[in-house]
C-alpha cells in the first residue's frame, strides 16, 4: 500500500474516504485512532492509503473531485 493523502482534516479524510469506497476502491486510514494518543487536538496527520495498483485509478478520482492539490506525490 502507498501514501495518497496526509492530511490533518478530518472532513477531508471523510470526503475521500466515501469517494474511495463508492469506486469500490479498497483503502486504509492509517492513524485514526492517534487522535487518543494526542488529546484530540489534531495535530496528528491521518494518511490514506491504496494498494499499489489502485493509486492511479484513485488519483484520477480523487482529481476528478478537485481535490488534486491535496495528493501527495
Not at 494518543?37 to 494518511?47: A, F, T, V
Request: aromatic share 0%.
Amino acid at each position: 500500500m502507498r501514501e495518497l493523502v496526509r492530511t490533518n482534516d478530518t472532513v477531508l479524510v471523510t470526503a475521500i474516504e466515501a469517494l474511495l469506497k463508492g469506486a469500490g476502491i479498497i483503502h486504509l486510514i492509517a492513524d485514526q485512532n492517534m487522535s487518543v494518543l494526542e488529546g484530540s487536538i489534531g495535530i496528528l496527520p491521518r494518511r490514506i492509503l491504496v494498494a499499489d495498483e489502485d493509486i492511479p485509478r484513485a488519483r484520477r478520482l480523487i482529481a476528478s473531485a478537485g481535490l488534486a492539490h491535496e495528493l501527495r506525490p
